[in-house]
């Protein structure tokens, strides 16, 4: 790539990091297909999927989990809730845009009238004033807008460090990673990276209960999330009604 | 997306159990199965907001609770053979009959954790599209409480005559139809070491889940 029309916007070279990383990662994903009689016709990358799986389990279990206990253990409700907020906010502003790409106008109009309540009369997102004057979220994001257009959601792909998505997410993760979350706009790198990292380990903090039932009802975690996430998925792009898919015969009750 | 799914399901467990309750029947008439789940499921929580043992996680209370309650109102055996697949099939009476037990402790163990959670959550029915003589439906309903919604659907059939007329068979949480996840788990499980296989890991289970309390 020549160096004509380079720039230093931290969100041009973070753009670029992200599209070398995703080749990279095309590139491990066909050394994981999944060959043999008990290959999913879901799940493809399955070898490739439960790898990925396992590195994020232990990443977890090591970094992640304990960090948000911590900061759970240590920040008052009050103020978890707020972060939250705040955070919830600045995504409502994505979903806004995404409503508008996918032609909803009932959510467009939602998630406008959320973010700005939020931010004016919410102090900058902090308080969630607009779900008190029952204005719902109504979360759209990149990903969704695809599959809205017709893109299909393609096999199921574990991501390092993001998680379970799939073919079309992993696409749109970019965008909904730089133009979709005004973080990266923040010029001052520490700064930036404190949220960054203060969004992480909240999000991890509000998984922690549901983490432990996960793990309870689950017989294999990595089938339960990836069933489950690919459900949500579908969901999702539906907004709550998706089209039937042919049932399975019932087997005869005895 | 995912980390808010995997927190509202917990809290979406608890409105799923209090759909399942049953209560004694005073009216002849069947009722229409959304109203029945509406009606269900906000006794249930008004009983469990009110009992200050459950609130205090007393779980052998929360656990007689849902078996007591909630099970009549489930087709469970339905729900078990249609998540163990075509394997049911070939099962044999006794393997049948411990499947169930294990599935149903699996799922009543993870409700009382669940139950132990609400504070101040309410059940909004949604419209309900259906045909007067199905003998199948889905109800839809959303929960309402801190955060955001969630969704919580119901399939039932028609059961003339017994109990209150409707029985549930499967449960969708936030998108994800119960039956057809465990299906794939229970498939993976028969795939390797059979029925008997699929039987000892859900007792292990229920037992590494006893054991924790």
Not at chain 1, 205 to 230: I, N
Not at chain 2, 26 to 37: F, K, R, S, T
Not at chain 2, 96 to 119: C, D, H, P, S, W
Request: charged residues 25%; hydrophobic residues 40%.
């Amino acid at each position: 790539m020549s160096d004509v029309g380079k720039t230093d916007r931290p969100a041009a070279g973070g753009f670029r990091r992200v599209i070398s990383a995703s080749v990279l990662l095309c590139g491990a994903l066909l050394a994981g297909c999944a060959t043999g009689p008990n290959a999913n016709p879901k799940d493809p990358l399955e070898p490739f999927n439960r790898s990925m799986f396992e590195f994020n389990e232990a990443l977890d279990e090591a970094v992640l989990k304990p960090v948000a206990t911590g900061y759970q253990t240590v920040t008052p409700e009050l103020v978890r809730r707020g972060v939250g907020n705040f955070f919830r906010n600045i995504e409502d502003l994505w979903s806004f845009v995404n409503s508008v790409l996918q032609l909803k106008g009932e959510a467009a109009a939602s998630n406008l009238m959320r973010f700005t309540f939020n931010s004016t009369f919410g102090l900058a997102g902090i308080l969630d004033v607009a779900t008190e004057m029952r204005i719902d979220r109504q979360p759209e994001d990149f990903g969704q807008t695809l599959g809205r257009w017709g893109v299909g959601a393609g096999p199921y792909v574990v991501l390092p460090f993001f998680g379970p998505s799939t073919l079309r997410d992993t696409v749109a993760l970019p965008v909904d990673k730089t133009v979709g979350d005004p973080v990266t706009k923040v010029e001052d790198i520490p700064v930036r990276n404190t949220l960054w990292t203060v969004r992480l380990i909240d999000n991890r903090a509000q998984l922690l209960k549901a983490g432990e039932v996960l793990e309870e009802v689950a017989l294999d975690k990595y089938t339960f999330l990836r069933d489950a996430h690919l459900a949500r998925r579908r969901n999702a792009v539906y907004d709550g009604n998706p089209p039937e898919e042919a049932p399975e015969p019932e087997p005869p009750a005895d | 997306m995912q980390r808010r799914f995997l927190n509202r399901l917990l809290a979406a467990w608890v409105c799923s159990a209090a759909a399942l309750a049953v209560w004694p029947a005073l009216a002849a008439a069947d009722e229409a199965p959304d109203a029945m789940v509406k009606r269900l499921s906000t006794e249930v929580l008004d009983t469990i907001r009110a009992d200050k043992a459950i609130q205090a996680g007393d779980m052998n209370r929360i656990m007689t609770l849902v078996d007591a309650k909630i099970m009549p109102n489930v087709n469970f055996q339905r729900m078990t053979a249609s998540a163990v697949g075509p394997g049911w099939r070939q099962a044999t009476p006794e393997q049948k009959k411990r499947l169930q037990e294990e599935f149903k402790t699996l799922l009543v163990r993870t409700y009382a954790g669940a139950l132990q959670q609400v504070t101040d959550q309410t059940i909004v029915l949604k419209p309900m599209r259906a045909a007067p003589e199905d003998k199948e439906v889905v109800v839809r309903t959303e929960v309402r409480g801190r955060g955001d919604p969630i969704q919580l659907d119901y399939r039932l059939e028609k059961t003339p005559g017994e109990g209150l007329g409707w029985k549930i068979y499967n449960l969708n949480v936030l998108g994800v139809w119960l039956v057809e996840t465990y299906r794939s788990q229970f498939a993976q499980e028969i795939n390797t070491k059979g029925i008997d296989g699929l039987i000892v890991t859900l007792s292990e289970r229920n037992k590494a889940n006893a054991k924790k309390g």
